[in-house]
């Protein structure tokens, strides 16, 4: 695809919006108790009032974790989208197993990275690209409690050098 030069058609201004990430749930915890070591983007599998729910930004990741099964299938479990409360007899459960679309290959990494010890798959993030709902996935391994209170002692270092920082660049102006 060419490079487009110049002034952006309409058509490319209303395209960017839908390309966008729309985040709906984080999973902030996962980020302090794994060390992430890669990082897969993967479809969902949902039914309309899940859909639904999701479009109202209402969904957590908190207690998620991803199974692949003897089949060869990758499932979130744990994951809570809340009921649609226009939907009713049609609804759906709040916390049931959703299969995950990846690749075979990508599947087949997963299986094998996670059956070593120590490793998991977490979900990190939930969210729309396109109108379609997407869950980044991770490959991490859990963190001793002395990583955790090292990766915030260096956090608080960090924080403070870049304070520092600004600081004597507000006094060089």
């Known amino acids: 695809m060419a490079k487009q030069q110049g002034k952006p058609s309409a058509a490319h201004k209303a395209k960017e919006p839908a390309d966008t990430r729309q985040i709906i749930a984080r999973n902030k915890k996962a980020r302090h108790d794994y060390l992430i070591e890669d990082t897969f983007e993967a479809g969902l599998s949902l039914s309309g009032t899940e859909v639904k729910a999701l479009r109202m930004g209402r969904a957590s990741l908190v207690d998620a974790w991803v199974d692949i099964d003897r089949h060869g299938e990758a499932w979130l479990n744990g994951a809570n989208i809340p009921v649609y409360a226009m939907a009713s007899w049609t609804n759906h459960a709040p916390n049931r197993k959703r299969k995950l679309l990846l690749h075979r290959a990508e599947i087949e990494k997963l299986a094998q990275k996670s059956d070593a010890k120590g490793y998991t798959i977490v979900p990190l993030e939930l969210y729309f690209l396109r109108g379609r709902a997407k869950v980044e996935i991770a490959l991490a391994r859990g963190k001793q409690e002395?990583?955790?209170?090292?990766?915030?002692?260096?956090?608080?270092?960090?924080?403070?050098?870049?304070?520092?920082m600004a600081a004597v660049r507000r006094r060089a102006r």
């Open 146 to 164: 002395w990583d955790k209170r090292e990766t915030l002692r260096r956090r608080d270092a960090d924080r403070e050098a870049e304070r520092v």
